[in-house]
Each structure stands twice: as C-alpha cells, then as structure tokens.
C-alpha cells in the first residue's frame, strides 16, 4: 500500500514552466513504478510518463517529449515533474500513480496497471 500527494500545481503562461511534485508514504516506495496522467475536463485520463523503480528507463507520451522530464528520489520517496515550455493543452488535473511492475510501452501508458492515485494538483497555462 502507498499513499501518494501531489503538490506543485498552478496557474503558468504559455511557455512558461513548472514543476510538480509527488510524495509517497507507505511501503516499499523504490519497488513501485511511477506514472503521471492527466485528465482535461470533458477528456479521458490521459498517460504522461512512466519511470521505473531506479529511474533509469523512462517512456513519455509524444505530446510532452522533449519539454517534460520526470525523475524520482527514492530516498525521499519523491517523484517530480519538471515541465517546460508549456502550452495552453498542456492544462489538466495531473495526477501521480504507482504501478507494482514496470511493463512494455504498449501497456505503460494504460492506467488499469496502477493501482494507486494521488488526489491530483491542478495545471492551468493561460495563453
């Protein structure tokens, strides 16, 4: 069992960058992959980016590749997000979730595989 907050949301400018956060409480957080979705109103939950328990094989969406980088901390049992060069579709709820197993990129992105949710943070870009 793992209790994920995310924190770090707000409201940014097209191009402009933030940075969210998601701390973990419970067990064995460095077993957990860790996954980011969002979800923008009237829309699907959608994948963002998976990193697997030591941090070093990641997979991004196409739409954030290049501006969005994830990275964890597992002795601060962190994950972040650093996220730049935003646009106005980049706004959403943004949610942290952690998957018991690392798997395929035809199955990261599918949040059936994460069996804990954070309550979500908020990302606004004005444009």
């Known amino acids: 069992q793992v209790q994920l907050v995310e924190s770090g949301g707000g409201l940014v400018q097209s191009g402009g960058s933030l940075r969210l956060s998601c701390a973990a409480s419970?067990?064995?957080?460095?077993?957990?992959?860790m996954g980011w979705f969002r979800q923008a109103p009237g829309k699907e939950r959608e994948f963002v980016v998976a990193?697997?328990?030591?941090?070093?094989?990641?997979y991004y969406a196409d739409s954030v590749k290049g501006r969005f980088t994830v990275s964890r901390d597992n002795a601060k049992n962190t994950v972040a997000l650093q996220m730049n060069r935003l646009k106005p579709e980049d706004t959403a709820v943004y949610y942290c979730?952690?998957?018991?197993?690392?798997?395929?990129?035809?199955?990261?992105?599918?949040?059936?595989?994460?069996?804990?949710w954070g309550q979500g943070t908020q990302v606004t870009v004005s444009s």
């Open positions: 990193v697997n328990w030591s941090g070093d094989s990641t």
């Open positions: 419970g067990r064995a957080f460095s077993y957990y992959t």
């Open positions: 979730a952690a998957a018991t197993a690392w798997g395929a990129s035809t199955v990261l992105p599918d949040p059936r595989r994460y069996a804990f």
